[in-house]
């Protein structure tokens, strides 16, 4: 018997087999879960999209095209959502975006407007939004768990506005946690370590973040990204019922440092 036998839910942010939103789902569905997942539009990213999640073992999965930018597509996924699951127990939130001309040492001062708000729009604001339509699918309660990482908390060099967003997404999390508890929806982040995904491969010194968390974690090691995918089995099953509003480590133990 899995953990998550029966439970339905959506995820968020999978681009490839290298993005902590596959391995999540991967990890979910080991335990019984059932995952549908949205991508950007186009038959690009579906095509690769759906190809890493059936090379993964996720066989025909259920795909829904979304720019999490706009609200239409967000009540479309929504609408299908409800139409093919009729009720969900948990989301996922993995997405984030920052113009990469910004994400460079010594940048962060030289952010322009548009800059900073399409990053706090799609990394923090998104939360709101996809929790709003979610709670209408949660008649039972459920989980919503967003990704994080540490730069939220203190300045590494090269993250910039990314920091600045997702300092915004943990407070959007704990405020959505307080609203929603009435109805049984526990919202969490999961801060990751730094992984070798897409994304972060975009950010200025990326190759010293890794090395300098191999140098002064506890466990003397960067994480594997599955590691992440069995914290996010924990955080949409009932072994995290009473836990709501929290940000969860899964750093190899960096962020208790005082280095």
């Known amino acids: ?14 681009a490839n087999d290298r993005s902590i939103a596959y391995h999540i789902a991967r990890n979910l569905v080991e335990h019984g879960a059932t995952c549908g997942f949205s991508y950007l539009p186009g038959e690009k990213m579906e095509r690769r999209v759906r190809k890493t999640l059936e090379d ?27 139409a093919e699951f009729d009720a969900l127990s948990f989301v996922v939130h993995s997405v984030a975006f920052a113009d990469r001309e910004y994400l460079k040492l010594g940048m962060f001062a030289e952010t322009p407007r548009a800059v900073f708000t399409q990053a706090l729009d799609i990394s923090a ?4 939004a996809i929790a709003q339509r979610a709670r209408g699918l949660m008649p039972n309660g459920g989980s919503i768990v967003a990704l994080s990482y540490y730069g939220a908390e203190k300045v590494v060099p ?7 967003a997702k300092a915004a997404l943990e407070a959007v999390a ?27 491969m975009a ?11 191999e140098r002064k974690a506890p466990l003397c090691r960067n994480i594997e990204t599955d590691e992440v995918g069995k914290t996010a089995v924990y955080l949409c099953s009932d072994l995290s019922s009473g836990v709501t509003g929290e940000n969860v480590y899964v750093d190899a133990g960096y962020n208790v440092m005082g280095v």
């Open 1 to 14: 018997m899995g953990l998550l036998d029966g439970r339905k839910g959506l995820i968020f942010g999978v």
């Open 56 to 82: 993964g073992g996720l066989s025909n999965p259920w795909m829904f095209p979304c720019d999490v930018s706009k609200d239409e597509d967000l009540d479309r996924l929504f609408e299908a959502a409800r």
């Open 125 to 128: 604001y998104t939360l709101i």
């Open 158 to 164: 090269g993250y910039n506005v990314m920091g600045v």
């Open 174 to 200: 704990r405020y959505l946690a307080a609203d929603l508890g009435r109805h049984n929806i526990r919202v969490n982040t999961l801060s990751a370590g730094p992984c070798r995904t897409l994304s972060a």
């Open 203 to 213: 950010v200025g010194g990326i190759d010293e973040m890794f090395e300098w968390v």
